[in-house]
Nanobody
Framework: QVQLVESGGGLVQAGGSLRLSCAAS????????MGWFRQAPGKEREFVGG????????YYANSVKGRFTISRDNAKNTVYLQMNSLKPEDTAVYYC???????????????WGQGTQVTVSS
C-alpha cells in the first residue's frame, strides 16, 4: 500500500508564495509519475503539474507555468510544489497522486493524498 500526505497549505495574499510537500511511504516510486492536482469549490479536479520519479522531468498546466515549480527529494520520498506569484484563482484544495505515466488524466493515478487547502486573498 502507498500512503501520501500533503502539507504546507495556508492563507496568503495575492503575489505571495507557499511550498507544498507530499510525503510518500509504503513503496518505491521509480518509473512512476507524481502529479499535483487542485480542486476549487464547484469545479472539477484539474491537473496542475507533475514530476517523473525516475529522471525528474517536470510538466505544468498552462495556468501555472512560470509560477509553480515541482521538485523531488528521492531520499525522503517527498515531492514539493513551490507556488510563487499566487493569484486568487489558485485557491483550491491541492492533492498529490501517484500515476503510472505522464498524464493529466486523474483516472491514471492509483494513490491520492488527503489534500491541503490553499487560500489566496485579493
Amino acid at each position: 500500500q502507498v500512503q501520501l500526505v500533503e502539507s504546507g497549505g495556508g492563507l496568503v495574499q495575492a503575489g505571495g508564495s507557499l511550498r507544498l510537500s507530499c510525503a510518500a511511504s509504503g513503496r518505491t516510486f521509480s518509473n512512476y509519475f507524481m502529479g499535483w492536482f487542485r480542486q476549487a469549490p464547484g469545479k472539477e479536479r484539474e491537473f496542475v503539474g507533475g514530476i517523473s520519479w525516475s529522471d525528474g522531468s517536470t510538466y505544468y498546466a498552462n495556468s501555472v507555468k512560470g509560477r509553480f515549480t515541482i521538485s523531488r527529494d528521492n531520499a525522503k520520498n517527498t515531492v514539493y510544489l513551490q507556488m510563487n506569484s499566487l493569484k486568487p484563482e489558485d485557491t483550491a484544495v491541492y492533492y498529490c497522486a501517484v500515476g503510472r505515466e505522464v498524464t493529466p488524466s486523474i483516472s491514471e493515478y492509483d494513490y491520492w493524498g488527503q489534500g491541503t487547502q490553499v487560500t489566496v486573498s485579493s
